[in-house]
């Protein structure tokens, strides 16, 4: 019996060293994560993913998928990459054409975070033409809709385009590197008409431009640079503030950045649902809490680098301390953002619900655009859903992208990616486009 006590003990040990662990590998593939069986993946979770799931939010694990680089994107990285150059202090690129400017990244770099950091401005998300329709929400602490609203979204890519003429980039004085469009707002109804339109340059000496059109006044108004994270929350009246959008939409040159670590986390980059409502956990009702907020979609473990993003030009005005982005090792993109406030106190959590895929549903697209082919060979990045959280006040805003409230037949404008159509020209990304526009 001493024997046969001491074989098992052995075997124990054995497997104990050879088979994954529940506390150290997390959940595997087709379980679900849950608040009784949380601690068995803790570290695969960040402060707020954590949060979401201790307020009821379920996580059904799937296999890892790798999200490959279109082609085109891989040729010019070959191509281009050798010669990009990055200044002392990581804040300005030089002779950078197309593709990734640093496919390879050493976390012992001191500026292994500026180099991520323009990978993910140059990223294979960051695509020449892209856009949807947005219906956002204010939920709060109940679970009630405060207040809707909704518009398209456009966004053109002026430098380093790959796939629609003029390439690889629009001529403009001075020269720009990508622009995003937000409008004509059709709801809420007192902001019917409001448009507004945001401008990166790429010379390091010439400050981002962002114009707004309001509607009651007819006029085009260039918005002050002093405060950038509370410039869309300002107007809209929403948590969320242009240097959120797409997870980072803050101007490299006013930030620091610094690599803290490379490490696993739970995110969702193949979410597995377009258009539906039972992407969110819970009816709006008012009986759900919070957890009407949270989505409710496919997760997997990726690999992420977790950086550190310090404002650096304007922090005394800024609405965060920092910020700390999980930015995905295949694709640049931060799929998980957090924001810290003054107080260095997290303060608000960003969420976004990615479906990498060549079509989201069977009959895509319900309504084509003119010029539109959607002949996707490749998996192109469609984020169906997103949240930003307020974890102090607890409330947040929604969005869906399109609309799982409506019906397919119902939306102008699904997702599209490298398409030239008329409602997404450079023309149309011009302060004077917006003043025409609003007339």
Same mark, same amino acid.
């Given at each position: 019996?001493?024997?046969?006590? !001491?074989? =098992?003990?052995?075997?124990?040990?054995?497997?104990?060293?050879?088979?994954?662990?529940r506390a150290l590998g997390g959940m595997q593939p087709g379980e679900t994560l849950t608040q009784k069986n949380m601690a068995q993946a803790a570290e695969l979770l960040t402060p707020v993913?954590?949060?979401?799931?201790?307020?009821?939010?379920?996580?059904?694990?799937?296999?890892?998928?790798?999200? @490959?680089? +279109?082609?085109?994107?891989? #040729? $010019?990285?070959?191509? *281009?990459?050798?010669?990009?150059?990055?200044?002392?202090?990581?804040? #300005?690129?030089?002779?950078?054409?197309?593709?990734?400017?640093?496919?390879?990244?050493?976390?012992?770099?001191?500026?292994?975070?500026?180099?991520?950091?323009?990978?993910?401005? !140059?990223? +294979?998300?960051?695509?020449?033409?892209?856009?949807?329709?947005?219906?956002? #929400?204010?939920?709060?602490?109940?679970g009630e809709v405060e207040r809707t609203y909704e518009a398209p979204w456009r966004q053109l890519l002026w430098t380093g385009r790959l796939y629609v003429d003029p390439r690889p980039a629009i001529m403009h004085a001075p020269p720009i590197r990508r622009t995003n469009l937000f409008g004509p707002y059709l709801l809420p109804n007192e902001l019917k008409g409001l448009a507004v339109l945001d401008i990166r340059y790429l010379d390091s000496a010439t400050a981002d431009d962002t114009y707004a059109y309001f509607p009651e006044t007819r006029r085009v108004r260039r918005l002050s640079m002093n405060d950038r994270g509370s410039t869309?929350?300002?107007?809209?009246?929403?948590?969320?503030?242009?240097? %959120?959008?797409?997870?980072?939409?803050?101007?490299?040159? *006013?930030? !620091?950045?610094?690599? =803290?670590?490379?490490?696993?986390?739970?995110?969702?980059?193949?979410?597995?649902?377009?258009?539906?409502?039972?992407?969110?956990? $819970?009816?709006?009702?008012?009986?759900?809490?919070?957890? @009407?907020?949270?989505?409710?979609?496919?997760?997997?473990?990726?690999?992420?680098?977790?950086?550190?993003?310090? +404002?650096? %030009?304007?922090?005394?005005?800024? %609405?965060?301390?920092?910020?700390?982005? *999980?930015?995905? !090792?295949?694709?640049?993109?931060?799929?998980?953002?957090?924001?810290?406030?003054?107080?260095?106190?997290?303060?608000?959590?960003?969420?976004?619900?990615?479906?990498?895929?060549?079509?989201?549903?069977? #009959?895509?697209?319900?309504?084509? =655009?003119?010029?539109?082919?959607y002949n996707y060979t490749e998996e192109q990045p469609f984020i169906p859903n997103w949240v930003l959280l307020d974890l102090q006040q607890v409330h947040a805003t929604v969005v869906d992208a399109p609309s799982g409230r409506k019906k397919p037949t119902a939306w102008q404008t699904e997702w599209y990616f490298n398409e030239a159509v008329s409602t997404n020209t450079p023309t149309l990304h011009s302060p004077q486009a917006l003043q025409q526009g609003g007339r």
């Amino acid at each position: 019996m001493h024997h046969v006590a !001491q074989r =098992l003990y052995l075997l124990t040990i054995v497997l104990a060293l050879y088979l994954p662990s529940r506390a150290l590998g997390g959940m595997q593939p087709g379980e679900t994560l849950t608040q009784k069986n949380m601690a068995q993946a803790a570290e695969l979770l960040t402060p707020v993913t954590q949060w979401m799931v201790e307020r009821g939010m379920p996580m059904p694990i799937i296999a890892t998928k790798k999200v @490959a680089w +279109p082609q085109a994107y891989q #040729e $010019a990285t070959a191509k *281009y990459a050798g010669q990009v150059k990055l200044a002392a202090d990581g804040k #300005e690129l030089y002779d950078y054409v197309a593709g990734c400017p640093f496919p390879t990244v050493d976390i012992n770099d001191p500026l292994a975070g500026f180099r991520v950091m323009w990978n993910h401005a !140059q990223g +294979p998300h960051n695509l020449d033409s892209m856009g949807t329709d947005l219906l956002g #929400e204010l939920i709060n602490h109940r679970g009630e809709v405060e207040r809707t609203y909704e518009a398209p979204w456009r966004q053109l890519l002026w430098t380093g385009r790959l796939y629609v003429d003029p390439r690889p980039a629009i001529m403009h004085a001075p020269p720009i590197r990508r622009t995003n469009l937000f409008g004509p707002y059709l709801l809420p109804n007192e902001l019917k008409g409001l448009a507004v339109l945001d401008i990166r340059y790429l010379d390091s000496a010439t400050a981002d431009d962002t114009y707004a059109y309001f509607p009651e006044t007819r006029r085009v108004r260039r918005l002050s640079m002093n405060d950038r994270g509370s410039t869309l929350g300002s107007l809209l009246g929403t948590d969320y503030d242009i240097d %959120s959008f797409l997870g980072f939409n803050g101007n490299i040159r *006013y930030w !620091q950045f610094r690599l =803290l670590a490379e490490k696993e986390v739970f995110a969702v980059v193949h979410g597995g649902k377009y258009g539906d409502q039972s992407a969110w956990c $819970a009816p709006r009702d008012g009986s759900h809490g919070i957890l @009407a907020a949270l989505p409710c979609v496919s997760w997997e473990k990726r690999r992420v680098w977790v950086i550190e993003a310090i +404002p650096n %030009s304007y922090q005394d005005l800024y %609405s965060y301390s920092k910020r700390v982005l *999980y930015i995905d !090792q295949d694709f640049f993109f931060p799929v998980i953002s957090e924001l810290y406030n003054q107080r260095g106190e997290l303060w608000k959590g960003l969420v976004h619900c990615v479906f990498y895929t060549t079509k989201p549903y069977t #009959e895509y697209p319900t309504t084509p =655009l003119d010029g539109a082919k959607y002949n996707y060979t490749e998996e192109q990045p469609f984020i169906p859903n997103w949240v930003l959280l307020d974890l102090q006040q607890v409330h947040a805003t929604v969005v869906d992208a399109p609309s799982g409230r409506k019906k397919p037949t119902a939306w102008q404008t699904e997702w599209y990616f490298n398409e030239a159509v008329s409602t997404n020209t450079p023309t149309l990304h011009s302060p004077q486009a917006l003043q025409q526009g609003g007339r």
